[in-house]
């Protein structure tokens, strides 16, 4: 059975920066994609970064490059979104996400990319 468990949400002031940790369960995380999205009150989940496990290769929306590092740290299955230059748009709840399948180009950051999903995080980040 698949589990992902998110943590390291938090409430922080502009320009600070929070690391989120996803850990994972239940399958060949080795041989996966991992994603993190986001939702902010009002909006629709929309991807921030994604890594494809086995090469290493990472994606990124253009609204956190710079900001944002997703990362793995395979020997724990534990996937990481370090955050910083946090802004207020980047409140929301954070959820990472996983796919055991290879995920085409132009899904790597949408939600139908991904099949399993946790159950989200909390930042709150104030001006």
């Known amino acids: 059975q698949v589990q992902l468990v998110e943590s390291g949400g938090g409430s922080v002031q502009t320009g600070g920066s929070l690391t989120l940790s996803c850990a994972a369960s239940g399958y060949t995380y080795s041989s996966s994609y991992m994603g993190w999205f986001r939702r902010a009150p009002g909006k629709e989940r929309e991807g921030v970064a994604a890594?494809?496990?086995?090469?290493?290769?990472?994606y990124y929306a253009d609204s956190v490059k710079g900001r944002f590092t997703i990362s793995s740290d395979n020997a724990k299955n534990t996937l990481y979104l370090q955050m910083s230059g946090l802004k207020p748009e980047d409140t929301a709840m954070y959820y990472c996400?996983?796919?055991?399948?290879?995920?085409?180009?132009?899904?790597?950051?949408?939600?139908?990319?991904?099949?399993?999903w946790g159950q989200g995080t909390q930042v709150t980040v104030s001006s």
């Open positions: 996400a996983a796919n055991r399948d290879w995920i085409p180009p132009g899904a790597r950051l949408l939600p139908r990319g991904y099949n399993y």
């Open positions: 890594i494809n496990i086995g090469s290493g290769m990472t």
